[in-house]
């Protein structure tokens, strides 16, 4: 009898993609496929592994509906979104850093006049006075740049997560005016789990992991001719800041709220978008 | 500004787990999760190609019901499913070698009388008749084994596909007599095409790949003491014998079927079980 020849299946997948139309997909199967075969080898995973791991997945995309990306999850607590950020957003000189994106964005909501609250009902929370100016990587202002928030109630969810929430509530979008600057009036955002009722909780619970992620804002800010950003605003001092569920923070991007004199608090951020590289797709 | 560190993220990922209470969890993760980050990096993954990996895995998972599971055959046609055959199976030294499970298997059927034919219905195929015996890897004949078949009709479909056949039709069990002996009557099988309707259909596609398996029969022999036998007799002169779409072929289970006196076609195969090694879990 033959022994078995591990490589020979592996080389043999490959092959077998030789036709394949689209040179950028050949390659990229290739690839992971070959990532699959030798991260399957090294574990020597068994055949009761094997089921598990295609009920887990089976599980996960049977999770996801209009309203829940458990895929999206599952690679953000895998530290997958995170790198493809990395991977596409090398955010250079000058430039603000991008983080995930999320599951939690809503489409585009209406533009709402400068300083405007983006409350749509009153919430226990700390009022929040945001001013923001957005500019190109040289300093110049960038005037009319579409600024889109989005953050969690008090209660640690999204409006399109909370059915007692009022839709659109505690997001908006803004535009910048002539000096590059917007302003929103809000409240101090708070730490929360992501879903965790799902095949991610129970990995992270099995894992050891607690599913946090530090209190932010959402901010997805777009400029004609300029790199679409997208990112957050932590909050300092959060006890999740080193232990993000999903890998989001980074220095830049954590901010200290300051008193006001009206008493509430207040966040300047200057964000700076890169140049739009040049596309010749999409 | 930070440059981006890749490997900072992965680091990151991994030690996360550094808790996780199950060890070989643990460990499975951190290869899987390594390999994982690698075949991105080196891919330099875009966005959009990120998007279109989450909107795949989705569209699979939902692809799965109690009749269809999309994940298996995606396992099936990356050569995953073969691997970790191989790496379970090492057949050894007269044993008769293994191939993929596949999605088909429908439950333990009744056992037939030595002989019977497994046809619910009759169908125009070529009469056949299987005539096979059970032993161990020393050549002594195994009383009482259990041996579970199934094949597709004519049209390339199993019962379990197609509503027009009847439930448990070419299929059924047989227990092998004192000398290991069974035998049973079915029809030549045919090539048929794995499920191509579903996301891992249109992966074949992009992938220049056909979806066709060369005609088989299945089995799954059972005896207490000795390892499953699951593997399948493929039919010589199959013209999909070098291309499977699941890379299930084995040299040792490619069979000719013999011309018979009364017309029909018979096979004669000798099965070999290796002894169970012994287990201290499951
Ligand atoms: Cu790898
Ligand atoms: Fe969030
Ligand atoms: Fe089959």
Redesign the pocket.
């Known amino acids: 009898m033959s022994t078995p020849d591990f490589a020979a299946i592996t080389t043999a997948a490959i092959d077998r993609m030789a036709e394949a139309p689209n040179a950028r997909l050949r390659q990229i199967l290739a690839v992971v496929l070959r990532h699959l075969h030798d991260a399957i080898r090294e574990t020597r995973l068994t055949e009761a592994e094997w089921e598990a791991a295609i009920a887990f997945l089976t599980r996960t995309g049977q999770m996801c509906t209009a309203e829940r990306q458990e895929f999206i999850l599952l690679s953000d607590v895998l530290g997958v979104s995170m790198l493809v950020d990395a991977l596409n957003h090398a955010a250079g000189d000058g430039v603000s850093e991008s983080t995930v994106f999320?599951p939690?964005y809503a489409g585009r909501q209406p533009v709402l006049a400068a300083g405007a609250s983006i409350l749509k009902r009153p919430e226990e929370g700390t009022p929040l006075h945001m001013r923001g100016t957005v500019s190109t990587a040289r300093g110049a202002p960038l005037a009319g740049a579409l600024v889109e928030v989005w953050q969690?109630a008090p209660n640690g969810q999204y409006d399109v997560q909370d059915p007692q929430q009022p839709a659109g509530h505690l997001r908006a979008s803004f535009e910048t005016a002539a000096d590059g600057s917007f302003a929103f009036a809000t409240i101090v955002p708070v730490s929360y789990p992501i879903p965790d009722d799902g095949p991610v909780g129970a990995l992270l619970e099995a894992l050891g992991r607690h599913p946090n992620?530090p209190a932010?804002i959402?901010f997805m800010i777009t400029a004609p001719g300029y790199r679409r950003l997208v990112t957050h605003l932590f909050i300092e001092g959060d006890p999740y800041l080193t232990s993000d569920a999903v890998f989001g923070v980074k220095q830049s991007l954590i901010v200290r709220p300051q008193a006001q004199a009206d008493g509430s608090l207040g966040i300047d951020y200057a964000f700076t978008l890169a140049d739009a590289p040049e596309r010749h797709d999409e």
């Open positions: 999320g939690f969690t992620r932010h959402h």
